[in-house]
Every structure is written in C-alpha cells, then in structure tokens.
C-alpha cells in the first residue's frame, strides 16, 4: 500500500497587542516583551496538545472514473507540546492516531499508529483575521492506501481563537486542494480541529 504524508497544521500566530512603556520607580524604562511567554494574550510560548480530531475525503479520478476515500483521525496518547516564538515553532513528543477509513463505499478500516520522539519545525506567517499560513508540518500522519499528496506541501491555512483566560488554544483548518499528476486528478479536504492548553 501507499504511504503519504498528510499535514495536518495546526497552529501558530501571533495576537496584536500594544503596551506602553512605564516608568519604574528607579527611573529606568521597561518596555514591552513581545516574547513574555507567561502572558496569557499571546500564542508565545509552550503549549501542550489536548486533542486531535480530523475529518478527510479523497477523491482520484483516473480515466474520468472517481474513487472516493472518506475517513476520520483522531489523536490519542497525545503527548506533544508545541514552542512558539514570534514567526517559528518546534513541536515535539509522542503521539498516535487512530484513523478509520472507507474506500469506495467498502467497510471502514481501522488502524492505529504511534509515533514517538517527534520534531517538528515550522515557520508561519500571521495573515490577521485569526488566522496563520504554513506550509509545514506539525503532526505528520501516514495513512496506507490513502492518497492525500494533493495537500503535502500545499500552503496550509488556519483559523485560531483563545480562551478568555489564554489558557486554551483552538485550531480550526478547512481546506480543498485539487491536484493533478500524469493525468490523474487528486482531490482532498480536509476539516480538523486540534485543542492545546497552555504550560
């Protein structure tokens, strides 16, 4: 069977924020510190993954004939955390993904892979609106016999909100990307959404 790398961004972004310089009470200036991790407006610093979840449909046309893939992804024993810092992040640990796929009306299959001593590395850019562009990965999900190449490599983009208290990051990526190779058209979508409370 195929193994491809499907990507399935999830984060990064930085919120606006201003701050005025105060004076302390020897005279000297402070100014603000856009990489103050402990402040709870901001997506700087660690966050720890609390759940996964995704929902993929693939669609490989050959010679005009659609063969349609549907499937979900969950993450489970996550023990992941992603470091934040104003334009990259890194992303390490253990995590593993139960996927259940159906191909061409068949019964789902079910697996489950672990991938332990993970890196990730990235960089992102904040596009405003909530909402960062990536084009690398975070967690990197093989799934035998599913084509999702359309999205590897593709720009990723992704909607962010934090809790009222900073304490709870959520992503939300919806995307279709339509790709074709030596006459063969690959589809896919994508919509997941990933949840990270802050260290």
Same mark, same amino acid.
């Given at each position: 069977?195929?193994?491809?790398?499907?990507?399935?961004l999830?984060?990064?972004?930085?919120?606006a #924020?201003?701050c005025?310089?105060?004076?302390?009470?020897?005279?000297?200036?402070?100014?603000?510190?856009?990489?103050?991790t402990?402040?709870?407006?901001?997506?700087?610093?660690?966050?720890?993954?609390? =759940?996964?979840?995704?929902?993929?449909?693939?669609?490989?046309?050959?010679?005009?004939?659609?063969? /349609?893939?549907?499937?979900?992804? &969950?993450g489970?024993?996550?023990?992941?955390?992603?470091?934040?810092?104003?334009?990259?992040?890194?992303?390490?640990?253990d995590?593993?993904?139960?996927?259940?796929?159906?191909i061409?009306?068949?019964?789902?299959? &079910?697996? &489950?892979?672990?991938?332990?001593?993970?890196?990730? /590395?990235?960089?992102?850019?904040?596009?405003?609106?909530?909402?960062?562009?990536?084009?690398?990965? #975070?967690f990197?999900?093989?799934?035998?016999?599913?084509?999702?190449?359309?999205?590897?490599?593709?720009?990723?983009?992704?909607?962010?909100?934090?809790?009222?208290?900073?304490?709870?990051?959520?992503?939300?990526?919806?995307?279709?990307?339509i790709?074709?190779?030596?006459?063969?058209?690959?589809?896919?979508?994508? =919509?997941?959404? =990933?949840?990270?409370?802050?260290?």
């Amino acid at each position: 069977m195929k193994k491809t790398s499907l990507l399935l961004l999830i984060f990064i972004s930085l919120t606006a #924020f201003t701050c005025e310089n105060e004076a302390l009470d020897d005279g000297v200036e402070e100014t603000a510190n856009t990489n103050n991790t402990n402040n709870p407006g901001t997506l700087l610093g660690t966050w720890r993954a609390v =759940s996964l979840e995704a929902d993929i449909q693939t669609t490989t046309t050959i010679l005009g004939i659609p063969i /349609s893939t549907t499937g979900t992804i &969950t993450g489970v024993d996550l023990d992941y955390t992603v470091t934040f810092t104003e334009n990259t992040y890194v992303a390490t640990g253990d995590y593993s993904i139960e996927s259940s796929f159906s191909i061409a009306g068949e019964a789902p299959t &079910t697996t &489950t892979q672990s991938l332990t001593d993970q890196t990730n /590395s990235g960089n992102y850019e904040d596009v405003g609106n909530n909402t960062i562009v990536t084009n690398d990965p #975070f967690f990197t999900i093989t799934t035998p016999g599913v084509d999702t190449s359309a999205i590897t490599g593709e720009p990723q983009q992704l909607t962010y909100q934090l809790s009222a208290d900073g304490q709870t990051l959520t992503f939300v990526q919806d995307q279709q990307e339509i790709q074709t190779q030596d006459g063969i058209e690959y589809s896919v979508d994508v =919509s997941s959404v =990933s949840v990270f409370s802050r260290e």
